[in-house]
């Protein structure tokens, strides 16, 4: 990357998060907004300054702490989201990162959501989750994400287990009922 100036760095920011195509990759930007927190001292001053959330900067600047092979999957563009390459940023083992990494360069981000909560949930490898997720897509079924908080997740986990069921199995059971009951009864039979 060329060296920074201020000016460079905005342009680099405005020009790459105001539309919908970016002319540069996920790392030029955060690159671009780590030096701006540089210059300007904090995120808070940074996204008041380029007229984006903290959050978002926040999220940028995760990307610089990826290993190197994610953060050239990323330069490549084979990972060209910002919400991939965060989720994968989030997977706190490096070489979870590279594994989940690999095996999600190039899918759509729905199928990256899908394959991080089968890792996490089911403890598989990205490949094995990655498959899991393509094969149940590949047979007319859909998968949802579900965000809890651990106390939330706990409590299911614990309800499902006096119950004798599996928690996803349940979920998916209660999701049923309560469209059925609040679509009056015109939710199809479910497969499963």
Do not use: C
Not at 148 to 153: A, N, R, T, V
């Amino acid at each position: 990357m060329t060296m920074l100036t201020e000016e460079r760095a905005l342009g680099i920011v405005f020009g790459n998060t105001r539309t919908r195509t970016r002319a540069e990759n996920l790392l030029t930007v955060a690159e671009a907004l780590e030096y701006l927190v540089g210059l300007y001292g904090t995120q808070k001053a940074v996204a008041v300054k380029v007229g984006l959330s903290q959050e978002i900067v926040r999220e940028f600047r995760l990307l610089l702490k990826l290993p190197d092979e994610v953060q050239e999957l990323v330069r490549s563009r084979r990972i060209d989201q910002l919400e991939t390459a965060y989720r994968i940023a989030m997977v706190k083992d490096p070489a979870k990162q590279i594994d989940m990494a690999r095996e999600i360069a190039g899918l759509k981000t729905e199928d990256v959501r899908d394959v991080q909560h089968a890792i996490s949930r089911d403890g598989l490898s990205a490949k094995q989750s990655r498959k899991a997720v393509l094969n149940l897509k590949l047979k007319g079924l859909h998968v949802f994400a579900l965000d809890f908080d651990d106390e939330q997740y706990g409590a299911i986990i614990e309800l499902a287990r006096t119950k004798k069921l599996d928690p996803a199995e349940m979920l998916k059971s209660v999701v049923l009922r309560w469209t059925s009951r609040n679509t009056g009864g015109r939710l199809g039979k479910s497969r499963g």
